[in-house]
């Protein structure tokens, strides 16, 4: 019988990326296991940015130069685009690779990740390669379910954006078409969104009201407008009182309204 995917009709979001801190966590512990292939494999993947399935079937031949040195930065075509891609490695992408060359012996038609089958065998699957991922991040306390084989080749991108670096030029490095495509991928645009949301809480806002100044508020100018008058008032009455054939300029008595009982 025929079933459906898991996530039919449900919204899956984006895996996870690891910190800084959470892959220094990964590499002390991968580091104390007795084959480093996983401590390379995991070293190659932050580093390069390649997806799992151009990751895997990576060749000692593509990542070293004909006298067998780790070039610090190799060029191939991805199999999900069929586009160049030229990942670039750092010293501790290096390091990993020569100690996992070394101890495995292998030559430059090998596969590169094989882990522990002969070295001229075929490479892990995706399948097993995402299945390690996650009991490497569930052995440094992280909740598997949030992570697989696009939260390390996310990681690293997303730290240079979060330093600095344009997005063209992470664009670039991740092999996409365009930098939409990486701002999509990496989820900054919404990440952003809900981090504005998050840091403007409403609910703790301070209410500012407009001065006592504005039109919006002619009843705060009442109080202050009839004590100008009264003075007026009073200071006109004064002099007529002292000359009654005085004349009080723009005061007429007979037009103001009459109160009185009904």
């Known amino acids: 019988m025929r079933r459906d995917p898991w996530n039919k009709g449900r919204p899956v979001g984006a895996r996870v990326a690891l910190t800084p801190q959470e892959i ?39 990542v070293c130069s ?7 930065s190799f060029r191939l075509r991805q199999k999900k685009t069929q586009q160049g891609v030229e990942p670039v490695l750092t ?27 002969p070295s001229q065998g075929q490479p892990i699957t995706v399948g097993f390669y995402r299945t390690l991922i ?10 598997p379910h949030d992570y697989s084989a696009h939260s390390l080749r996310r990681s690293k991108a997303i730290y240079l954006y979060q330093s600095g670096v344009r997005v063209e030029i992470i664009s670039r490095l ?7 495509s990486t701002l999509y991928y990496l989820g900054i645009d919404q990440a952003e969104a809900q981090s504005q949301a998050l840091s403007h809480d409403i609910f703790k806002a301070t ?15 009442a109080p202050k407008l009839l004590d100008r008058l009264a003075d007026d008032i009073a200071t006109r009455l004064a002099s007529r009182l002292a000359d009654p054939s005085s004349e009080i300029d723009s005061l007429k008595f007979d037009e103001a309204p009459k109160l009185g009982r009904e």
């Open 207 to 221: 209410p500012k009201l407009k001065s006592s100044s504005e039109s919006d508020f002619p009843t705060l100018l």
């Open 66 to 72: 004909p006298d067998g040195k780790v070039r610090q």
């Open 91 to 117: 010293d501790t992408a290096q390091a990993a690779l020569k100690k996992w060359l070394k101890t495995s012996e292998k030559q430059s038609t090998h596969f590169l990740f094989t882990r522990s089958k």
């Open 24 to 62: 220094t966590l990964v590499r002390r512990h991968l580091a104390k296991q007795t084959s480093p292939h996983d401590l390379c494999l995991f070293t190659l993947a932050i580093d390069s940015m390649l997806r799992a399935s151009d990751l895997l079937q990576l060749r000692v031949g593509d």
């Open 174 to 180: 991740l092999g996409h078409s365009s930098p939409a």
């Open 134 to 143: 996650k009991q490497w991040v569930r052995a440094i306390g992280l909740r």
